[in-house]
């Protein structure tokens, strides 16, 4: 038997013609169906502030690259949009395993729209936005590697009260006094001296502004608590101490 006889019909029994009709019918019917019972899934996205930390990165090519209102680039999933809002620039005195001691670096606040995968994890071009992670990001024309710091957090600033009590004080050094004004240490104003000279000047209670990350206090990312040290400069002299006692 031929597959088309000479009336142009399959295998003898139906048109080509009304065939292809009727494929195209079953094809429509079942794309339909398939389409109610299992819609393609779009991508979810979520709108969260994080931050990213960038150690070991020279002044001028930070001050350059990291500027408020510059997007991160997403070259791998074109949906996914991250814009730095903010920029601090500090020492890293705190213990970090992967980073230096007191090592300086960049600290920029990214409000993204991130996507989120089956497990609730966050991702931006592709890679997983949790805490300690890191990637390689794109900033204008430059490829950078940073750490992530902290995702989807609680923030204000307050003015909090600390008592400390110094372990150097520097020969030559000019007398701290009421007032004098505190710096971190790469020249940021932090706070003002609201008392000193108890004990030959090894006490000193000192107003600051405050970083509050859920829940707790930071200066320049120095977590701000009883026993905790603080590294500041007064008169262009740098000092260290031990935090005996915070107030809010």
Known sequence: MEVIDEKGRFFGLINILDLAILMFIIIFVASLFLYSKYPPQLKEHRDVLFQMYFPYIPDAIGQQVFVPGTPLVATYAKDDTA????????????QDPTISSNTTGFLITINGSLE???????????????????HDVQVGSSYLNGKIWRVDYDHSVQQIEIKIKLTNVPENSTNITQRDIVFDTVGHPIGKVMNAGENNEQYLTISLQADLYDGDFFVSEMPVQQFAPLYFVVNDTFYRGII?????
Do not use: H, P, Q, R
């Open 83 to 94: 814009v730095i809002v903010d920029v601090k620039e500090f020492i890293l005195y705190i």
């Open 244 to 248: 005996t006692e915070v107030s809010s």
């Open 116 to 134: 989120v995968d089956a497990e609730g994890d966050l991702l931006f071009n592709g890679n997983d936005v949790a805490a300690g992670n890191y």
